[in-house]
């Protein structure tokens, strides 16, 4: 029958609606895949309170220590936590902080600020390093004080990267004529990273190319198709 369609072709609107579908499916798995990529990190916000302490005298022939009094609050700086939103389980990732003075602190304010404030950056089941609290250290035009830490997984998931201030003053007692500060967050800092295994890296990898190649294969055979059979129904 040699005006019969090809065994293995489909219906022509089908046939150009599936190929349209995986193409579309594999350019956007190629979206999620470099998206991601080339934005190259997620970020997120959070105030800094500081809680300063005035400093307490005891009165002589007082044995019993003196109640702290009430604290000065306010929110010293914005604590702007960075990191990619998603890595391969082999791969080592960086989160990186930021602090970021409030405008319109004293400078007296700031620089007392930095010196008192260590970070702490922890995740169930991710190596983190460094390990432990940590001073910020270089200043640049955006940043009072900074601080980097390298993430690494030990089996593909998903996971939290938690962010914790603490102040000098808790690890080394200062001398009573001298103000106690301490730090809290006005949200927790919280940054998700999901990890994947290589295989599912590779695979969403190429499955987007390929989808997107089968495709363009389907339409543009089925065009040839439906232009082929119609010149032979002409020549009939």
Same mark, same amino acid.
């Given at each position: 029958?040699?005006?019969?369609?090809?065994? #293995?072709?489909?219906? #022509?609107?089908?046939?150009?609606?599936?190929?349209?579908?995986?193409?579309?499916?594999?350019?956007?798995?190629?979206? !999620?895949?470099?998206?991601?990529?080339?934005?190259? @990190?997620?970020?997120?916000?959070?105030?800094?309170?500081?809680?300063?302490?005035?400093?307490?005298?005891?009165?002589?022939?007082? @044995?019993?220590?003196?109640?702290?009094?009430?604290?000065?609050?306010?929110?010293?700086?914005?604590?702007? %936590?960075?990191?990619?939103?998603?890595?391969?389980?082999?791969?080592?990732?960086?989160?990186?902080?930021?602090?970021?003075?409030?405008?319109?602190?004293?400078?007296?304010?700031?620089?007392?600020?930095?010196?008192?404030?260590?970070?702490?950056?922890?995740?169930?089941?991710?190596?983190? =390093?460094? !390990?432990?609290?940590?001073?910020?250290?270089?200043?640049?035009?955006?940043?009072?004080? &900074?601080?980097?830490? @390298?993430?690494?997984?030990?089996?593909?998931? +998903?996971?939290?990267?938690? %962010?914790?201030?603490?102040? &000098? =003053?808790?690890?080394?007692?200062?001398?009573?004529?001298?103000?106690?500060?301490?730090?809290?967050?006005?949200?927790?800092? +919280?940054? =998700?990273?999901? #990890?994947?295994?290589?295989?599912?890296?590779?695979?969403?990898? #190429?499955?987007?190319?390929?989808?997107? &190649?089968?495709? &363009?294969?389907?339409?543009?055979?089925?065009?040839?198709?439906?232009?082929?059979?119609?010149?032979?129904?002409?020549?009939?």
């Amino acid at each position: 029958m040699p005006n019969s369609p090809s065994r #293995f072709s489909l219906p #022509f609107p089908l046939g150009i609606v599936l190929g349209l579908l995986l193409i579309g499916g594999g350019l956007y798995a190629l979206y !999620r895949y470099w998206a991601p990529s080339s934005s190259g @990190t997620a970020q997120l916000a959070t105030g800094l309170v500081c809680k300063i302490y005035s400093p307490t005298v005891a009165k002589p022939n007082n @044995t019993t220590a003196p109640a702290l009094a009430e604290p000065t609050l306010l929110t010293g700086a914005t604590l702007k %936590l960075t990191g990619p939103p998603k890595a391969s389980v082999n791969d080592t990732v960086v989160v990186s902080l930021c602090v970021e003075a409030k405008p319109g602190l004293p400078e007296q304010r700031q620089q007392a600020l930095k010196n008192h404030l260590l970070v702490q950056l922890s995740a169930i089941g991710l190596r983190v =390093d460094p !390990r432990g609290k940590i001073p910020t250290t270089i200043s640049t035009a955006e940043c009072l004080g &900074t601080a980097e830490w @390298t993430v690494r997984a030990n089996t593909p998931g +998903r996971y939290a990267a938690v %962010l914790e201030p603490a102040s &000098t =003053d808790q690890v080394v007692s200062p001398p009573a004529a001298n103000p106690r500060w301490d730090f809290d967050l006005e949200e927790p800092a +919280r940054l =998700d990273i999901q #990890f994947q295994s290589a295989w599912t890296d590779t695979v969403q990898k #190429f499955w987007g190319a390929v989808s997107a &190649t089968l495709g &363009t294969i389907l339409v543009a055979t089925q065009i040839m198709l439906n232009l082929r059979q119609r010149k032979k129904a002409q020549a009939a």
